[in-house]
Structures are given as C-alpha cells and as structure tokens.
C-alpha cells in the first residue's frame, strides 16, 4: 500500500504522517516513510529519530543526479538508475530505522544559492516507480506543501491520497484543488480534519459534506506541545487507531 500525505503548509502533514506511521507499524506492516519535503527539518523528530543522509547523495549528489535525470528526460529509454528496490533492500546508509519504521529522505535544500528541487522531484517519482512491495508493506509519503507534486504526477500508483486540512480557508480551497488533480487517477482521496475544535468542526465538516472525511483530529494541547519542542509523538491518536484500520 502506498499513502501520500498531501495539504498547505502548516496543516500538519508530517504530524499525520508519522502518527499513522506508528499505527500502522502496531498493526505489523512492514512501514517505510518517505519524506519529499525538501523544506521539512522535523519529521525525524516526530519518529524519535536521527535525520538520514539525504538520499540524493547516493546516487552522487545533486548535480550528478541531475545529469542522470535530464539524460532521461530526453531519451526516455535510458533509465537513469536501472535498479529495483524492496523496503528492506534501500540502501542502509540512507535508512534510519526505530520501531518496525523505516524513514529515508530524498533530500533537503541546505544551501543559499543551491538551486531549485527539481532533481529530487523526479528522483522521488524514480524511486516509487522502482520500489517492489510485499503484501504487508506500506510506504508513507509525507509530500512538501502544495500541488507541485502532484504536477510531476509523483503519486502515480498510490493507493491513497491523505489530504491533511487544518481550519483556513486556503486548507479548505487546497483540498478541492487536490482532489480535482487526482481525477482518475485510480487513488483514493480522504480528508483528514485537523486541529478541530468543536464549533470549527461543525463548520468544516459542512465544507465536506458527501465527501470522505476519514479522520477528524481535535485540538490536543499535549500533541502540539510534543511537535513544539521536536518530540517524538509517542501518544495514540484515538482517531488515528480507526484511520489506520479504515485503510484494510
């Protein structure tokens, strides 16, 4: 199974991504987190872990990945990385794992002057398309904010599109443009409510009516605090327990 976690900035992407990652993990599946987030310094945290090195640099760094990539783009018969991968066959040196959860990061943008994303938005859409999984696999793609993405058609294959919509109206218009993006493209959308009060909620949820909200997540001032100070997000999500058993 593959989920992308998609919404704004701010919504609480990686928050959802690595509490659904630690239930799914509960449940036995074999879990891979993939951050696409070249902006994203806290979901290590999140998991309780150390940041990976950026996966970019296996293939030699930025500038040798790019080469490799616009090669492709203009003779799509050469594979730029002509290799299969398992979950458990990634390359160790670019994989952190805690608790039956893996996490790997395409990589990050570390320097004024480096340049845009664009070689680790394909190399995103090169690793899905060669990554192999076993029936109790499931890889989580926290994705950076926005649509660009979905743009690059990076979710080709998913089976789940996790749109994260906190109480703004540019959330609210966000996740109609996502969901009309996905089209036909054979995933499943589901919203997932977050940060709701009760008088919010009841807003929201009229915003959503006839749609498939899959989650609704109060406010829960130990969960913010907890993402506040960089701590691992240890606690269980009522919520979050009956997302992860939707989803079978």
Same mark, same amino acid.
């Given at each position: 199974m593959k989920i992308a976690v998609c919404g704004k900035g701010g919504s609480g992407k990686s928050t959802i991504s690595a509490l659904l990652a630690r239930a799914m993990a509960a449940r036995g599946h074999n879990v891979l987190v993939v951050? +696409?987030?070249e902006s994203n310094?806290?979901?290590h945290r999140q998991l309780g872990m150390e940041a990976p090195a950026d996966f970019i640099g296996y293939f030699g760094g930025k500038e040798a990945a790019t080469k490799k990539i616009v090669e492709y783009y203009q003779d799509r018969t050469k594979e730029p990385f002509d290799m299969k991968w398992s979950i458990a066959t990634l390359p160790s040196g670019y994989v952190v794992v805690k608790c039956g959860i893996r996490l790997l990061s395409i990589g990050k943008i570390h320097d004024f002057g480096e340049g845009c994303?664009?070689?680790?938005?394909? +190399?995103?859409e090169l690793l899905f398309k060669n990554l192999v999984l076993d029936e109790n696999d499931v890889v989580i793609a926290d994705t950076e904010a926005g649509v660009e993405h979905l743009g690059?058609?990076?979710?080709?294959?998913?089976?789940?599109?996790?749109v994260v919509v906190d109480p703004s109206y540019? =959330?609210?218009?966000? =996740?109609?443009?996502?969901?009309?993006?996905?089209?036909?493209?054979?995933?499943?959308?589901?919203?997932? +409510?977050n940060k709701m009060d009760e008088e919010i909620q009841k807003l929201?949820?009229?915003?959503?009516?006839?749609? =498939?909200?899959?989650?609704?997540?109060?406010?829960?001032?130990? +969960?913010?605090?907890?993402?506040l100070e960089g701590r691992e997000l240890d606690m269980e999500i009522p919520a979050i327990r009956c997302l992860a058993d939707s989803l079978y």
């Open positions: 951050d +696409l987030d310094y806290g979901l994303a664009c070689t680790m938005g394909s +190399l995103s690059r058609g990076i979710e080709a294959g998913f089976d789940h599109i996790m540019e =959330s609210l218009r966000l =996740s109609r443009k996502i969901e009309a993006m996905v089209g036909n493209n054979g995933a499943k959308v589901h919203f997932v +409510l929201v949820l009229g915003w959503f009516e006839g749609k =498939s909200v899959a989650a609704v997540i109060p406010e829960d001032r130990g +969960l913010f605090r907890a993402t």
